[in-house]
């Protein structure tokens, strides 16, 4: 039974660790895409529009 619970434990923190590094890199990773995704769909809406919304009000 001990030695059930010891793997467990292990198992437990192994993959908390790792869901937790996962999520973090996640997070960075989505966030440099939003970014990016964000600042060239700006650049696209500037050049396509010549001024985007202003032009169009």
Request: hydrophobic share 60%; aromatic share 10%.
């Amino acid at each position: 039974m001990t030695a059930i619970l010891t793997i467990d434990q292990e198992v437990w923190i192994e993959a908390s660790a790792m869901l937790f590094a996962g999520t973090l890199l996640g997070v960075v990773l989505g966030g440099l895409i939003f970014a990016f995704g964000y600042a060239f769909k700006l650049d696209a809406e500037s050049h396509d529009a010549g001024g985007g919304a202003a032009a169009g009000a």
